[in-house]
T-cell receptor, first 113, second 110 residues
Framework: DAGITQSPRHKVTETGTPVTLRCHQT?????MYWYRQDPGHGLRLIHY???????DKGEVSDGYSVSRSKTEDFLLTLESATSSQTSVYFC????????????FGEGSRLTVL | GIQVEQSPPDLILQEGANSTLRCNFS?????LQWFHQNPWGQLINLFY???GTKQNGRLSATTVATERYSLLYISSSQTTDSGVYFC????????????FGKGTLLTVNP
């Protein structure tokens, strides 16, 4: 199994509060990703990173920011959470072979009340 | 953007049966991946298969890139095979931005 740890695994918060989800990998892979999974929409890419301090937007990036100060950590921040951001968030990693083969973390369930 | 369609949307099997899941995509791609999401929500990488056939135990996958489809075969199914199977292909020419299909929900009954 790929060494990917997400924290927290479950979080309940209120509208308007900031939330940060953390993804930690032990594989030393260059690429890291944040996806969200919602009924009816499937898995959608929020942001990804192709190296330390190098990030790019995915298809549903509005309302989210990311940071990557170390190879092993990729943070997803909701500056002011909204109910539409209630979702299951998955971190994923891929190596540098330019294949994009993905390995996922366990997921973080976020509920915004 | 690229469209990904999976069929069937739902499939119910008895333990021991074989099945074939299909993934059609609307544009040429240079890679395709299959994933299994188990009932506990874990997403597991099954195959990275841009073309040809690969096998892993009771599972095998074939991608015919020129005809824009991939097939996932499950033989002698077990209850632990239950879950949702997704295929994913690159979007916009980037291997790092994937479009996922909506999945096939497989239920294997004992």
């Amino acid at each position: 199994d790929a060494g990917i740890t997400q924290s927290p695994r479950h979080k309940v918060t209120e509208t308007g509060t900031p939330v940060t989800l953390r993804c930690h990998q032990t594989e030393n892979h260059r690429y890291m990703y944040w996806y969200r999974q919602d009924p009816g929409h499937g898995l959608r890419l929020i942001h990804y990173s192709y190296g330390v301090k190098d990030t790019d937007k995915g298809e549903v990036s509005d309302g989210y920011s990311v940071s990557r100060s170390k190879t092993e950590d990729f943070l997803l921040t909701l500056e002011s959470a909204t109910s539409s951001q209630t979702s299951v968030y998955f971190c994923a990693i891929s190596d540098s072979r330019n294949t994009g083969e993905l390995f996922f973390g366990e997921g973080s369930r976020l509920t915004v009340l | 953007g690229i469209q990904v369609e999976q069929s069937p949307p739902d499939l119910i099997l008895q333990e021991g049966a074989n099945s074939t899941l299909r993934c059609n995509f609307s544009d040429s791609v240079n890679n395709l991946q299959w994933f299994h999401q188990n009932p506990w929500g874990q997403l597991i990488n099954l195959f990275y298969i841009p073309s040809g056939t690969k096998q892993n135990g009771r599972l095998s996958a074939t991608t015919v890139a020129t005809e824009r489809y991939s097939l996932l075969y499950i033989s002698s199914s077990q209850t632990t095979d239950s879950g949702v199977y997704f295929c994913a292909v690159p979007r916009g020419g980037s291997n790092y931005k994937l479009t996922f299909g909506k999945g096939t929900l497989l239920t294997v009954n004992p």
